[in-house]
């Protein structure tokens, strides 16, 4: 079993940078594949980047260049870096590990002015 909460959404005016974080707790954190997600009103969820656990990363296209997944095993926290952020961006971001098992967090509102 993997609880994980997620933390460090915001408002903030297109252009600038916030940093997610999402904390792991109650299984062997470094062996889940850890992701990135969001959902906008009235869209689907989607994905956003994911880290492996040998560190490999990979990204959704209109993302790539503007945002940074990285993990920190020691501390059980995934942290995606979002910078030049736009409206676009706005929406509930939820973190993801994928192992034995799938789990969400309960998701972070980031939301984005024009």
């Known amino acids: 079993q993997v609880q994980l909460v997620e933390s460090g959404g915001g408002l903030v005016q297109a252009g600038g940078s916030l940093r997610l974080s999402c904390a792991g707790s109650?299984?062997?954190?470094?062996?889940?594949?850890m992701g990135w997600y969001r959902q906008a009103p009235g869209k689907q969820r989607e994905f956003v980047a994911e880290?492996?656990?040998?560190?490999?990363?990979n990204y959704a296209g209109s993302v790539k260049g503007r945002f940074t997944i990285s993990r920190d095993n020691a501390k059980n926290t995934v942290y995606l870096q979002m910078n030049s952020l736009k409206p676009e961006d706005t929406a509930v971001y939820y973190c993801?590990?994928?192992?034995?098992?799938?789990?969400w967090g309960q998701g972070t509102q980031v939301t984005i002015s024009s």
């Open positions: 880290i492996g656990t040998t560190g490999s990363t």
């Open positions: 109650g299984s062997i954190f470094s062996s889940y594949t």
């Open positions: 993801n590990a994928l192992g034995k098992g799938i789990y």
